[in-house]
């Protein structure tokens, strides 16, 4: 089983950039398609992006698109959410996830990190 851990969350104004990490232990990250979601107080959790196990696919949400870039570095058992152009509606805890082939669904997730993003 693999365990995620996120990082790089923090306080930002509006229009800057934050970069997330989500490192994996357990298990190695490329037998895994990845996504980044997140969730805003009173909010349903959201998807924000998702990656293939090779990194040569990636998905979008609408919202995202030419702001935010997933990425990985599987030899590193990493996956990255650059994020530009931050508004304050960005504001959100943001969770990284594993998703089980076998399955077809997001089964291990992080804890979580904070962006915080100020007008």
């Known amino acids: 089983q693999v365990q995620l851990v996120e990082s790089g969350g923090g306080l930002v104004q509006a229009g800057g950039s934050l970069r997330l990490s989500c490192a994996a232990s357990?298990?190695?990250?490329?037998?895994?398609?990845m996504g980044w979601f997140r969730q805003a107080p009173g909010k349903e959790r959201e998807f924000v992006a998702a990656i293939n196990r090779s990194g040569s696919n990636t998905y979008y949400a609408d919202s995202m698109k030419g702001r935010f870039t997933i990425s990985r570095d599987n030899a590193k058992n990493t996956v990255y959410l650059q994020m530009n152009s931050l508004e304050p509606e960005d504001t959100a805890v943001y969770y990284c996830a594993a998703r089980s082939e076998l399955l077809g669904q997001y089964t291990t997730w992080g804890q979580g990190t904070q962006v915080t993003v100020s007008s």
């Open positions: 357990g298990r190695t990250l490329s037998s895994y398609a």
